[in-house]
Nanobody
Framework: QVQLVESGGGSVQAGGSLRLSCVVS??????MGWFRQAPGKEREGVAI???????TYADSVKGRFTVSKDNAKKSLYLQMNSLQPEDTAMYYC????????????????????????WGQGTQVTVSS
C-alpha cells in the first residue's frame, strides 16, 4: 500500500515561510502535488509537478509557492513564502500514476477526487 507522509507544517506570522515535505513509499507516480483544505471549505489544488518536472500552480499561490521533488529521496516539497492568513489550511500530498499533462488536458489536474493517494495532512496556520 502506498504511503505518503507529510511534515513541515506549523504556525507562522503573515509574511513568513514554511517548507513542507512528503515522503512517498512507492515512487512510481508520474503526477504528484499538494492540495489544501481550510475549515468549512472544499479541498483545492495548490501545486503539482509532473514526471518531467513541469510544474503548475493555482493562481492564488503563483509567485509565492514552489513545488519540487527529489527522486533519490522519494520526496516531494512545497516551499511557501510570503504566507498570508488565507493560506491557513491542512495541506495534503497527493500522487497519481497518470501524468499531470494528461490530467491537465482533461481539466482534471486540480480536482481532488481524481487522486487516489493522499497523505494524512499537515496543518499550516498563518496569523496576521
Amino acid at each position: 500500500q502506498v504511503q505518503l507522509v507529510e511534515s513541515g507544517g506549523g504556525s507562522v506570522q503573515a509574511g513568513g515561510s514554511l517548507r513542507l515535505s512528503c515522503v512517498v513509499s512507492r515512487y512510481d507516480y508520474d503526477c504528484m502535488g499538494w492540495f489544501r483544505q481550510a475549515p468549512g471549505k472544499e479541498r483545492e489544488g495548490v501545486a503539482i509537478i509532473d514526471v518531467d518536472g513541469t510544474t503548475t500552480y493555482a493562481d492564488s499561490v503563483k509567485g509565492r509557492f514552489t513545488v519540487s521533488k527529489d527522486n533519490a529521496k522519494k520526496s516531494l516539497y512545497l516551499q511557501m513564502n510570503s504566507l498570508q492568513p488565507e493560506d491557513t489550511a491542512m495541506y495534503y500530498c497527493v500522487a497519481d500514476r497518470r501524468t499531470c499533462a494528461l490530467l491537465g488536458s482533461r481539466g482534471l489536474h486540480f480536482q481532488a477526487g481524481i487522486y487516489e493517494n493522499w497523505g494524512q495532512g499537515t496543518q499550516v496556520t498563518v496569523s496576521s
